[in-house]
């Protein structure tokens, strides 16, 4: 079973980060130069309203409104309880992958590398591929960004971002480091020097 798991993802590279460490923009340049990429969030995101009489089951029809998954109201919820937090993964995460092999086997036919963004690549090691890119800035900066990007307190971003691994230790991890303390056109070199180390 593992050898059919590592074939799946032979080309594969792994975009990880934490939260408003800038991984969609990362992901948006490297689709600029040609990259195919996977997004496990936009999958979840598809996989939750599919499956949303499943959320009401599990967590009660307060979080689903017209089969939609009122996705604000249940990340309060997850982020806050860790044993709701773990009834989610346990049953999301097997369909977040069953999604990305499928579509993995597309991009595998093209022999070429591509990028599946997966933001707890490290935490949960789901994922038998062997190269990762991890994008990075300061936990301060992104304390500043998600604060700015949700409106929201420094304690509520806080919360969030210490539900993931420390992006120092991500860092540590990675086979490559982009490195977005700066501003888009850093960022574009920095995907730019990433890339041609890829192809």
């Known amino acids: 079973m593992e050898n059919k798991i590592d074939n799946s993802f032979k080309h ?5 980060g934490g939260i408003a460490t800038g991984k969609s923009t990362v992901t948006s340049l490297f689709m600029l130069h040609g990259f195919l990429t996977i997004d496990a969030d936009k999958i979840a995101h598809k996989l939750l309203n599919a499956y949303s009489s499943d959320i009401e089951k599990l967590f009660g029809n307060e979080y689903v409104e017209n089969g939609i998954v009122l996705r604000k109201k249940l990340g309060f ?12 993964e346990q049953f999301i995460h097997p369909l977040i992958k069953k999604a990305i092999v499928e579509e993995a086997k597309i991009f595998e036919s093209q022999q070429k590398p591509y990028l599946i963004d ?6 949960k090691q789901s994922y038998s591929i062997e190269k990762s890119i ?36 991500k860092k540590d991890l990675a086979d490559y480091v ?10 574009q070199s920095e995907v730019e020097r990433i890339k041609n180390l890829l192809i």
């Open 77 to 88: 919820l997850i982020f806050n309880n860790e044993e709701e937090k773990l009834k989610l």
């Open 12 to 16: 594969a590279i792994a975009l990880t």
């Open 178 to 187: 982009i490195d977005n303390m700066s501003d888009l056109k850093n960022l």
């Open 134 to 169: 991890v994008v990075y800035t300061s936990k301060e900066t992104q304390i500043e960004r998600l604060m700015k990007r949700d409106s929201s307190t420094k304690e509520e971003a806080l919360s969030r971002i210490n539900n993931q691994m420390d992006i120092e230790e």
């Open 118 to 123: 997966i933001p707890l690549f490290f935490e």
